[in-house]
């Protein structure tokens, strides 16, 4: 007989679980035979020990078994099932783009996105700001949608990893939210749901991150990779920079209509350009779609080139209930918000730091992200034309411009973005936009570390 009790007592004196306990664990998270409190206890347990490679790809894979998993096979689809999933940040756009990339280049991308919380953009808001774009179709219906266009981004469903969603609800007040193998099984187990072939994972790292040190997205970038492989995914990681916004903008209308321009070719900003076409070449190389990441590059920049990367997402929008010419007259269906008003700068010098984290409230207090899961967005608000780091400024060039609903918001904004971005004297050191490339024949047994 299962006792919940013994099981949590096992990790608690830093006893091996067993995949069968985990297993009968998970599902009692699912069915409810296992409490709230019992649920913290666990996490809890694990965020002090830690679980081990074994444990941690059958906490993943019980919990990706909790609901229903997608299929492909019956599809006969002509190329892989590859999708990407960032950890988050400020101006992280680079779902919209890569996606219909990657179709163009004869890759199938079901993505299944999540809404932002607190500093972060959700790649569902950004959707979510296109008028009549439903985010959850029937399975079917996300099937054939990414059968016939190639690409598909939708929300989560119940069905999918349904014990994650209790499982996190626990960790999120009970202070063990940043448990590096908590938050491994919790990404996986909702990505590996979706039938993958190949997973690429994008950790931040720097002032916008989830994760507060490079040492830290490291360590969680490593563990992603070798859990998602030992469940039998195959699985890489670039841990990217996030000491700025990626984008120079931030907030829901305004990143979509930046990635139509991407798209199209009316504007790519040198960060955003760099950062998804790395992503987007590691998922090409891994799905076995280029031989090597030279010729990948070359594909997607004929993506774009060519206008079938913008063509691709405009057919994902109408199918998923946008209009058909949405592409084309984006400005006319992304509503704008009523005040645009600059910030400038105290000083004339170079930009010598950005706390990217402090931008993403800025957005928050205009309306344009959730403090809590259940505050309704203002998609209209948000940052445009940013400055980036080194960047040499005058009095008169804005620090950013501040799009707001109500003079209040503005106000609150324009204090925040001031305060966000500083300005000096002091020689600023370019950071790489790509810090590391992480695959599993990189990852040697001797170099797993267990980090709480």
């Keep these: 007989m299962f006792l919940p009790q ?125 008028p009549g774009y439903n985010p959850f179709p029937d399975p079917e219906k996300f099937r054939s949608i990414v059968k016939r266009v190639g690409v598909s981004i939708i929300g989560q469903t119940d069905a999918l990893a349904p014990a994650d969603r209790r499982f996190y609800a626990t960790r999120d007040v009970t202070g063990t939210v940043e448990s590096i193998p908590l938050i491994t099984a919790s990404i996986l187990s909702k990505k590996l749901a979706a039938g993958l072939d190949v997973l690429v994972m994008d950790v931040k790292s720097g002032s916008g991150a989830f994760m507060p040190t490079l040492e830290r997205s490291v360590a969680l970038a490593e563990r992603i990779v070798r859990v998602g492989n030992g469940a039998g995914v195959t699985t890489s990681a670039l841990v990217t920079d996030m000491n700025q916004p990626l984008a120079r ?96 700068p105290q000083e004339a010098g170079r930009v010598t730091a950005i706390d990217t984290r402090g931008l993403g409230m ?24 940013l400055v980036e780091l080194g960047q040499e400024v005058t009095l008169n060039t804005p620090l950013a411009l501040v799009h707001a609903a109500d003079d209040t918001s503005l106000q609150e904004a324009l204090r925040r973005v001031r305060s966000a971005i500083k300005v000096g004297g002091d020689v600023v050191v370019a950071l790489p936009l790509v810090y590391r490339t992480l695959r599993a024949g990189d990852l040697s047994v001797s170099s797993y570390e267990e980090v709480p």
Aim: overall charge negative; some cysteine.
């Design 6 to 130: 013994e099981f949590i007592a096992k990790k608690r004196d830093k006893q091996t679980l067993t995949s069968a306990d985990i297993q009968q664990f998970v599902q009692g998270i699912t069915a409810g035979t296992v409490s709230d409190s019992q649920i913290s206890a666990f996490a809890m347990a694990v965020f002090f020990n830690d679980l081990s490679l074994d444990e941690c790809v059958a906490l993943t894979e019980s919990m990706r078994d909790s609901g229903h998993c997608m299929r492909w096979d019956d599809l006969n689809l002509p190329g892989p099932v590859l999708d990407k999933h960032s950890t988050g940040g400020v101006g992280d756009v680079v779902s919209l783009m890569l996606g219909p990339m990657i179709a163009a280049c004869g890759g199938f991308v079901p993505m299944i996105s999540g809404r932002g919380l607190g500093h972060t953009g959700g790649t569902l808001d950004k959707l979510a700001a296109i």
């Design 362 to 385: 800025a957005v928050c207090a205009l309306g344009g992200g959730r403090r809590l899961a259940s505050d309704v967005l203002d998609y209209r608000v948000g940052l445009s034309e």
């Design 249 to 344: 903008c931030a907030g829901n209308a305004i990143e979509t209509a930046e990635a139509v321009r991407f798209l199209t070719g009316d504007g790519r900003s040198s960060r955003l350009f760099e950062v998804t076409m790395a992503l987007s070449a590691e998922m090409l190389l891994a799905g076995g779609l280029a031989s090597d990441l030279l010729q990948a590059h070359q594909q997607l920049q004929l993506a774009l080139d060519s206008g079938r990367a913008a063509e691709i997402f405009g057919r994902m929008v109408a199918e998923m209930g946008g209009a058909s010419d949405f592409v084309e007259h984006y400005q006319y269906y992304l509503e704008s918000a009523p005040l645009v008003r600059a910030v400038y």
